[in-house]
């Protein structure tokens, strides 16, 4: 099993800035992948960004340029640095991350952006 714990959640105001962090722990042997999902309320989960064992990145369209994900391997960490937030990135954030081919999920924490 791998427990994720997210932190860095939180109010911030439009056009802001908001680092979320989230560590894996537990029976850890190979994560391909690690990445962000958020849900805003009354709507469906939605990827947000993800970082691949080759460093690739992806991000959906709606936060290309503003956010970026990266990882510490050692740490078994990967962070959402978040830029420009607007209110529509109101959203409780989770981590996934896969593990040998299984993924997990964080319990989820809440990013609100208002002023």
């Known amino acids: 099993q791998v427990q994720l714990v997210e932190s860095g959640g939180g109010l911030v105001q439009p056009g802001g800035s908001l680092t979320l962090s989230c560590v894996a722990s537990g029976s850890i042997f190979r994560i391909t992948a690690m990445g962000w999902y958020r849900q805003a309320p009354g709507k469906e989960r939605e990827i947000v960004a993800m970082?691949?064992?080759?460093?690739?990145?992806s991000y959906r369209d709606s936060v290309k340029g503003r956010f970026t994900i990266s990882r510490d391997n050692a740490k078994n960490t990967v962070y959402l640095q978040m830029n420009k937030v607007t209110p529509e990135d109101t959203a409780v954030y989770y981590c996934?991350?896969?593990?040998?081919?299984?993924?997990?999920w964080g319990q989820g924490i809440q990013v609100t952006v208002s002023s």
């Open positions: 970082i691949h064992w080759s460093d690739s990145t």
């Open positions: 996934n991350v896969h593990e040998s081919g299984r993924p997990y």
